[in-house]
Nanobody, 124 residues
Framework: VQLVESGGGLVQAGGSLRLSCATS????????IAWFRQAPGKEREGVSC????????YYTDSVKGRFTISRDNGKNTVYLQMNSLKPEDTAVYYC??????????????????WGKGTLVIVSS
């Protein structure tokens, strides 16, 4: 299983970035894929997740209306479009995966395959 994030960088507050998570080594259609983030000195938190079955999406409250998760099953890739970025969005963003049944049963705790992360810095 391999998850490779890209698209991070430095952006001013109010700007946008699109993160990508390219996956390989597993049957993409069977997995839920999520984005987590970890800010300096803080615990890792789940940001968004997309189901493989019906494309259902989930967002943590702090990003609702600003972030959009999507998946391209043909490219085995998940995207996170981040708009109206705020300094508090600064973090390392990680892509994570779990079999759909595991995600449905365990939620964020069930995500057990991880990428190495991409750094997002939002300047004020």
């Amino acid at each position: 299983v391999q998850l490779v994030e890209s698209g991070g960088g430095l952006v001013q507050a109010g700007g946008s970035l699109r993160l990508s998570c390219a996956t390989s080594g597993f049957t993409f259609d069977d997995y839920a894929i999520a984005w987590f983030r970890q800010a300096p000195g803080k615990e890792r938190e789940g940001v968004s997740c997309i189901s493989s079955s019906d494309g259902s999406t989930y967002y943590t409250d702090s990003v609702k209306g600003r972030f959009t998760i999507s998946r391209d099953n043909g490219k085995n890739t998940v995207y996170l479009q981040m708009n109206s970025l705020k300094p508090e969005d600064t973090a390392v963003y990680y892509c994570a995966a779990a079999l759909l049944g595991v995600w449905l049963q365990n939620g964020w705790e069930g995500l057990n395959q991880w990428g190495k992360g991409t750094l997002v810095i939002v300047s004020s």
